[in-house]
C-alpha cells in the first residue's frame, strides 16, 4: 500500500500512544476500536487531525494564521500521505443555530480567510466588478485619457446635496481654486458665489484641480490626483473635452455607477455569527419571529374584556393582570376592551 492510498503513521506516542505504527487506507470508511484509555482519541484526534491541521495552517500566510489557531506538533515520528484534515468531535448535539457542521469542523474558518483574501467584490445592484486603485495606478488610466483627449480633473465635493454651500466657494477661492463645475456647468468660483440659489435645491459642486491636454507632461498630476481623492472623500472625475463624457474613479470598494460602498473584505463580514456580516433581519439566526395576528386573536367576534387575546388566557393567575393592562393601554389610546375586535379599527388594533 503506497502513500497515495494510505496513511502511514510511525512511532506515535502522544497520551497513552507507546510507539504506535498504523497504515490507514484512504477512501474508506475507517472506525478505530479498543479499551476505554487505549489511545483512540489520541491516535485520530491529537495525532492524525493534529498534524493534518497543523500542516495545513503552516502553508497559509502570516495574516491569516492569525485567525486560525495553530496546533502543537504531535509526538511522532513520521506521518505520511496526510491531506489537510477535518474532524467532528463525539459530543451531544446542539440545537443552537449559530452552530452548524462548517462552525464545528471549522470548515467555516478557512472559507472565511478564502473568500477575504482572494474575493473580487461586485456592486450588488448591477453586478459590475468594484476594485480600489492607488493614485499611481489611477495616474497611468488617465494619462492614457490625455493622449486621446484634453481633460478636466475634478474633485467632487458635493454630491447632490441641498444648500448654496457658501462656505465651500469661499474655502475654494481662498485656496487658489479658480474653477468649478456646478450641475454640469463649468464656471468661476467668482461667478458661482455670486449666483441665487434656493437652499432646498439641490446640486453637485465639483472644484476643478487642474486640467491637461495632449501636450501636457505635468509631473504634478499624480500629486494633483492624490489631493482630489483627499478633497471628495476617495471619489475623482475625468471630464473628457472630446467627447464630454465623465470618467469617475475611486480609492475606496465604491460602484461609481451605482454609488454602492462595500466594506473592505475580511473574514468577519463573512460571517452570520459576527454583527458586521450577519443578515440586519435576522441576525444570522436564517428565521425571524413575527406575531401572526390570525393566531394570537382567532375569534375576532370576542371582545378584548372577554379574552380575545387568545395566549394570555391561558396564562393561569395573570389573566386578570392582562386585564387591567388592556384596559389602561385602551383608556390611553382611546379605544374600548368591549367592542368585539372585528369593530375596532385598524390602528386601535395594531396597539
Given at each position: 500500500?503506497?502513500?497515495?492510498?494510505?496513511?502511514?503513521?510511525?512511532?506515535?506516542?502522544?497520551?497513552?500512544?507507546?510507539?504506535?505504527?498504523?497504515?490507514?487506507?484512504?477512501?474508506?470508511?475507517?472506525?478505530?476500536?479498543?479499551?476505554?484509555?487505549?489511545?483512540?482519541?489520541?491516535?485520530?484526534?491529537?495525532?492524525?487531525?493534529?498534524?493534518?491541521?497543523?500542516?495545513?495552517?503552516?502553508?497559509?500566510?502570516?495574516?491569516?494564521?492569525?485567525?486560525?489557531e495553530?496546533?502543537?506538533?504531535?509526538?511522532?515520528?513520521?506521518?505520511?500521505?496526510?491531506?489537510?484534515?477535518?474532524?467532528?468531535?463525539?459530543?451531544?448535539?446542539?440545537s443552537?443555530?449559530?452552530?452548524?457542521?462548517?462552525?464545528?469542523?471549522?470548515?467555516?474558518?478557512?472559507?472565511?480567510?478564502?473568500?477575504?483574501?482572494?474575493g473580487?467584490?461586485?456592486?450588488?445592484?448591477?453586478?459590475?466588478?468594484?476594485?480600489?486603485?492607488?493614485?499611481?495606478e489611477?495616474?497611468k488610466?488617465?494619462?492614457?485619457?490625455?493622449?486621446?483627449?484634453?481633460?478636466?480633473?475634478?474633485?467632487p465635493?458635493?454630491?447632490?446635496?441641498?444648500?448654496?454651500?457658501?462656505?465651500?466657494?469661499?474655502?475654494?477661492?481662498k485656496?487658489?481654486?479658480?474653477?468649478?463645475?456646478?450641475?454640469?456647468?463649468?464656471?468661476?468660483?467668482?461667478?458661482?458665489?455670486?449666483?441665487?440659489?434656493d437652499?432646498?435645491?439641490r446640486?453637485?459642486?465639483?472644484?476643478v484641480?487642474?486640467?491637461?491636454?495632449?501636450?501636457?507632461?505635468?509631473?504634478?498630476?499624480?500629486?494633483?490626483i492624490?489631493?482630489?481623492?483627499?478633497l471628495?472623500?476617495?471619489f475623482?472625475?475625468?471630464?473628457?473635452?472630446?467627447?464630454?463624457?465623465?470618467?469617475?474613479?475611486?480609492?475606496?470598494?465604491?460602484?461609481?455607477k451605482?454609488?454602492?460602498?462595500?466594506?473592505?473584505?475580511?473574514?468577519?463580514?463573512?460571517s452570520?455569527?459576527?454583527?458586521?456580516?450577519?443578515c440586519?433581519?435576522?441576525?444570522?439566526?436564517?428565521?425571524?419571529?413575527?406575531?401572526?395576528?390570525?393566531?394570537?386573536?382567532?375569534?375576532?367576534r370576542?371582545?378584548?374584556?372577554?379574552?380575545?387575546?387568545?395566549?394570555?388566557?391561558?396564562?393561569?393567575?395573570?389573566?386578570q393582570?392582562?386585564?387591567?393592562?388592556?384596559?389602561?393601554?385602551?383608556?390611553?389610546?382611546?379605544?374600548?376592551?368591549?367592542?368585539?375586535?372585528?369593530?375596532?379599527?385598524?390602528?386601535?388594533?395594531?396597539?
Amino acid at each position: 500500500m503506497t502513500n497515495n492510498n494510505a496513511i502511514i503513521i510511525k512511532g506515535a506516542r502522544v497520551h497513552n500512544l507507546r510507539n504506535v505504527d498504523a497504515r490507514i487506507p484512504k477512501e474508506k470508511f475507517t472506525v478505530i476500536t479498543g479499551l476505554s484509555g487505549s489511545g483512540k482519541s489520541s491516535l485520530a484526534f491529537d495525532t492524525i487531525y493534529a498534524e493534518g491541521q497543523r500542516r495545513y495552517v503552516e502553508s497559509l500566510s502570516s495574516y491569516a494564521r492569525q485567525f486560525l489557531e495553530l496546533q502543537d506538533k504531535p509526538d511522532v515520528d513520521e506521518i505520511h500521505g496526510l491531506s489537510p484534515t477535518i474532524a467532528i468531535e463525539q459530543r451531544t448535539t446542539s440545537s443552537n443555530p449559530r452552530s452548524t457542521v462548517g462552525t464545528i469542523t471549522e470548515i467555516y474558518d478557512y472559507l472565511r480567510v478564502l473568500f477575504a483574501r482572494a474575493g473580487r467584490p461586485h456592486c450588488p445592484s448591477c453586478g459590475q466588478a468594484v476594485t480600489h486603485e492607488g493614485a499611481h495606478e489611477i495616474a497611468k488610466k488617465i494619462r492614457a485619457i490625455i493622449e486621446d483627449s484634453s481633460v478636466a480633473l475634478l474633485a467632487p465635493m458635493v454630491r447632490d446635496e441641498k444648500g448654496v454651500h457658501k462656505h465651500l466657494l469661499e474655502w475654494a477661492g481662498k485656496s487658489g481654486y479658480t474653477e468649478v463645475r456646478l450641475n454640469g456647468i463649468f464656471a468661476s468660483v467668482e461667478e458661482v458665489r455670486g449666483m441665487r440659489r434656493d437652499k432646498e435645491q439641490r446640486s453637485t459642486i465639483e472644484v476643478v484641480i487642474g486640467r491637461y491636454n495632449q501636450e501636457d507632461e505635468s509631473a504634478a498630476l499624480e500629486s494633483q490626483i492624490a489631493k482630489a481623492f483627499e478633497l471628495a472623500d476617495g471619489f475623482l472625475t475625468l471630464y473628457r473635452e472630446d467627447t464630454g463624457d465623465d470618467v469617475t474613479f475611486s480609492q475606496r470598494l465604491t460602484c461609481a455607477k451605482c454609488n454602492v460602498h462595500l466594506p473592505e473584505l475580511e473574514p468577519r463580514i463573512f460571517s452570520f455569527n459576527s454583527p458586521h456580516g450577519a443578515c440586519p433581519a435576522c441576525t444570522g439566526l436564517g428565521t425571524k419571529l413575527e406575531v401572526q395576528p390570525d393566531l394570537v386573536i382567532p375569534n375576532t367576534r370576542l371582545t378584548l374584556a372577554q379574552g380575545a387575546i387568545k395566549p394570555w388566557t391561558r396564562i393561569a393567575g395573570n389573566q386578570q393582570w392582562y386585564s387591567k393592562l388592556l384596559a389602561a393601554v385602551a383608556k390611553t389610546h382611546g379605544f374600548s376592551t368591549d367592542i368585539p375586535v372585528d369593530k375596532l379599527d385598524k390602528k386601535s388594533l395594531d396597539i
